[in-house]
């Protein structure tokens, strides 16, 4: 597929390019500055991107850049989500541009647009409820506006998924095609955490649910490698099972 990658110069944005590449994908990096993504990828590797220079808060020309390359789907991993519930970023800002100018794009031509973004694990639903875990534990709330504005769209609008991870860390400072992680693949699950570690601890009155959700929290650290290679890997399916979900994932072999 050819994919617009909005955020290419980022610590997953950079992994991104990478895992594209290595999964036979065409990258169209769109980055502030192609100055800065040219010193941040090897040259080798940047010359095989084609870079498209904007702001990830300008709806036009996202959609501008994915109708004049013939993108068929779109990563967005630019912005990043304030920790702090009191604190704000220009994430939510960011994501619903993005969101805009790739259902802008998919009208025009007349097909809905594949498209992953960014969430956490706080948007995911505590397991065996309906509830997010951000409700027992409110850091990162920026990604509950964005999940509002991907459930109102209509329907068919835009084939969205939503990737949610706890922590993400480097294997490596360097990038490189092909892409290699010393991880395996991650497991995946729509809405919850996958694999999670429940207790009778989650019965206790209040705190419970708190307190099991800080236990398991640190299981789901996962490499910039592996959360890149997943999306490269899902992308070359047009049929996902992760259209219209947020998704959960784990490296299970932890
Ligand atoms: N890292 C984690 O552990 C983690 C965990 C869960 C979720 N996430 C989410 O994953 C996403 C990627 O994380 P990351 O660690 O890769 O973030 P990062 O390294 O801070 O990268 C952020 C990217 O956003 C770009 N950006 C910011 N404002 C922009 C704008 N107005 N126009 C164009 N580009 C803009 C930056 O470009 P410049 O180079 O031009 O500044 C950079 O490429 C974030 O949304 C974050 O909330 C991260």
Known sequence: ???????????????????????????????RSSKRLGALLPEAVYNK???VEGNATDTTSIKRAILDNDCEAVVNTAGVA?????RRNNMPEIFSAVLKGTQQAGSEKNQPLRIWLLG??????????????????PIFLEHRENIKLLRALPPHSVDWSLLCPSTMVAEKS????PAKSSHGRLTAEASSPPLWKDSWLKHIPFLGKVILAGMNAPRYETT???????????????????????????DAAR
């Open 82 to 86: 304030a920790m702090a519930p009191w």
């Open 224 to 250: 910039l490698e592996q959360n890149a290679d997943f999306i490269a890997s899902d992308l070359k399916d047009r049929e996902s099972p992760w259209i219209g979900a947020p998704v959960g994932i784990i």
């Open 49 to 51: 991107v084609t870079v």
């Open 120 to 137: 956490g694990l706080g948007v995911l639903n505590f397991p065996g409820t309906e509830t997010m875990l951000s409700n027992y534990v």
């Open 174 to 177: 360097e990038v490189s095609v």
């Open 1 to 31: 597929m050819k994919v617009l990658l909005v955020g290419a110069t980022g610590n997953l944005g950079l992994r991104l390019v990478a895992a594209l590449l290595t999964h036979g994908h065409d990258v169209v990096a769109y980055a």
